[in-house]
């Protein structure tokens, strides 16, 4: 038998959720016969699958152990190297590296930002794994491999919860920069497009009207500096939607892709002069919330990390 006392960061969730996300390898209708059969209690009675925790509420599973192997933790592991844009005890912004994955896929990659970040807080004692049933640390956001720049992790439930709200709701504007090819056609602009993915050629197709299976991707972009001699420019972005590859398949579209990018551009010469991915980075992070939202001290408030070496000459 195993035992859960609910803290403040598993409250709120319905039962049948939280039994899932602190076991493993259980099928969801197994998890509906123990509440039936009453293998499963909430303060020593048989509860609902629909029922709302509450801090404090006791959860007793009289089921066996092989439901609870411990999930691998790479995090212990790792000596934390993170570039810390802010921090309070709600959100944990980073300045991710180029070449950093996120989080792990499916070929199953350790050393990822979010290791990294569960490292850092781990050793902060911000973190106590054992002393959570099902919460951790998580990434609201996320950037390619090869896009550096903010990336949002949220340090405990109802923080994840906000922001992810908030993000869904346009309440947290992302900015980035980027080196693009040419000059717009405007020194600033609206994009819309439509984009269907191709899951297998991991690569977007865009299209200038509505297709069947394709998403909008709407992005702003404002130009702000231009080198003739080079033929290049330095654009801010603003995304209006959070599509995989919306900059590089939007700008690229329009005649302008990324300085770097071999997916949407051709990027050998650009290799030459170092630029062997996408020179895009996420500069900035505005956050919008709602009056008596959790995070509504951080209204109004913009958070900028430091650009990468590739873009100092533009900067200076």
């Known amino acids: 038998m195993k035992s859960f006392t609910v803290n403040s960061n598993d409250a709120g969730q319905r039962l049948d959720k939280f039994v899932l996300k602190s076991t493993c390898s259980m099928a969801t209708s197994l998890v509906y016969k123990f509440l039936r059969t009453k293998r499963i209690k909430v303060n020593r009675k048989k509860c609902d699958a629909s029922y709302r925790l509450a801090e404090g509420d006791v959860v007793e599973m009289y089921i066996s152990d092989e439901f609870f192997a411990a999930p691998e933790q790479s995090f212990l592991y790792i000596e934390p190297k993170i570039d810390i844009v802010f921090e309070d005890d709600n959100i944990l912004l980073v300045n991710k590296p180029i070449g950093v994955i996120c989080q792990p896929d499916d070929s199953n990659e350790t050393n990822t930002l979010i290791d990294h970040v569960k490292a850092y807080l781990y050793k902060k004692g911000d973190y106590k794994p054992d002393a959570e049933a099902t919460f951790a640390p998580a990434l609201c956001n996320r950037i390619d491999r090869n896009t550096a720049g903010i990336v949002i992790c949220a340090k405990n439930a109802e923080a994840l919860r906000t922001v992810n709200q908030m993000i869904k709701e346009r ?16 020194d600033s ?4 497009h439509f984009l269907k993915k191709d899951a297998a050629e991991n690569k977007v197709a865009v299209f200038p009207s509505p297709v069947k299976g394709a998403l909008t991707a709407v992005t702003e972009y404002t130009l702000i500096k231009y080198d003739r001699e080079r033929d290049e420019s330095l654009v801010e972005l603003e995304l209006h939607t959070g599509r995989t590859h919306q900059i590089r398949a939007q700008m690229s579209y329009i005649g302008n892709p ?40 951080l209204k109004g408030k913009i958070f900028f990390a430091k650009p990468d070496g590739r873009f100092d000459s533009w900067l200076t």
């Open 171 to 186: 309440k947290i504007k992302k900015r980035y920069i980027a080196l693009i090819h040419g000059r717009p056609p405007k």
């Open 258 to 297: 990324l300085v770097g990018d071999g997916k949407y551009g051709s990027n050998r010469e650009d290799k030459r002069r170092g630029f062997g991915c996408q020179a895009l980075f996420s500069r900035s992070v505005e956050f919008l919330p709602d009056d008596g939202s959790p995070l509504e001290y």
């Open 189 to 192: 602009g609206v994009l819309k």
